[in-house]
């Protein structure tokens, strides 16, 4: 029972002192005009809203600094996951960034609950080898689907493709907005902060045709607002710039707006040591 006691004994001091160390340490305040879009700032992560396309090709030397690679999923005969992995369309190496492959682990567990099965077709894809697919379809004499090296979505780290158990290994068509997983991604993807990339109708915006099966990782509150707006990630960076503007205009300042009401970046721990000397808590944020 001591032990505790000195447990939440720190818990309460570290409430009261969390207030006090942003104060001695200045952590950034904000009393300028109000934020008003509809996304609140704090649900804005400009690094999850990277365009990849003609207009803004990444460079070939971009590269994410946090892509993790993905473990293939093994079952036992029960159908238990073994080893925490997912379940791979294909072989070879598959990559996401972090924050876009603990997405798509929640999305993928939360149909697999719904009884439906999803598989990773696609992740991460480089500049090179996308400048090889490229070369491959000027070949063949038909780049109409295939983006260039710089302008696939692929390279960013946060998009995927997903598909199910008979569209493993198959050409996909738009057929697959009808199947039982398409249906599943377009009830439930924005809920664990995916948008789809290449929607239908928005063929003018984006420059490529439908894929319901092409999703982009963008955060949860922006994905939910993309979605009940009919919304292409192009116009949201779009309609996100002007409201920017706006707030410079009416005197506000966007970065010092964001400071104050963000965590910083990276891992941040605050330990307390109990009366016997031991450490009691740890928080982190990440």
């Known amino acids: 029972m001591r032990r505790l006691s000195c447990a939440l004994l720190a818990l309460m001091i570290l409430w009261t002192w ?31 809203l990277m365009l990849a396309n003609s207009a803004s090709p990444l460079d070939a030397s971009y590269e994410p600094s946090d892509l993790r690679t993905i473990t293939a999923r093994k079952d036992d005969d029960d159908g238990n996951n073994l080893n925490d992995g997912l379940y791979l369309a294909s072989g070879g190496v598959k990559m996401l960034r972090k924050s876009a492959f603990s997405a798509v682990t929640q999305l993928m567990a939360a149909a697999e609950s719904d009884g439906v099965i999803l598989f990773l077709r696609t992740g991460y894809r480089s500049y090179s080898d996308q400048a090889k697919l490229y070369a491959r379809a000027e070949q063949r004499g038909d780049v109409s689907d295939t983006q260039k090296a710089g302008e696939c979505d692929y390279q960013t780290g946060l998009a995927v493709t997903l598909v199910g158990r008979d569209t493993r290994g198959t050409a996909l068509t738009t057929d697959f907005a009808s199947t039982t997983e398409g249906q599943w991604l377009q009830k439930n993807a924005a809920r664990y902060g995916f948008i789809f990339r290449y929607p239908q109708g928005k063929e003018d915006v984006t420059g490529y045709g439908w894929e319901p099966w092409h999703l982009r990782f963008v955060g949860f509150a922006v994905a939910e607002y993309i979605q009940q707006n009919n919304l292409t990630l192009e116009e949201f960076v779009e309609e996100l710039n002007v409201a920017y503007d706006e707030f410079a205009a009416n005197g506000g300042d966007v970065e010092q707006a964001m400071n104050s009401v963000r965590l910083p970046k990276g891992a941040v721990e605050l330990e307390l040591e109990g009366p016997d000397g031991d450490k009691e808590i740890t928080i982190f944020h990440d």
């Open 18 to 48: 969390i207030p006090a160390l942003g104060e001695e340490e200045g952590l950034p305040t904000y009393d300028g005009p109000a934020w008003t879009y509809e996304v609140a700032l704090a649900d804005i992560d400009e690094d999850l």
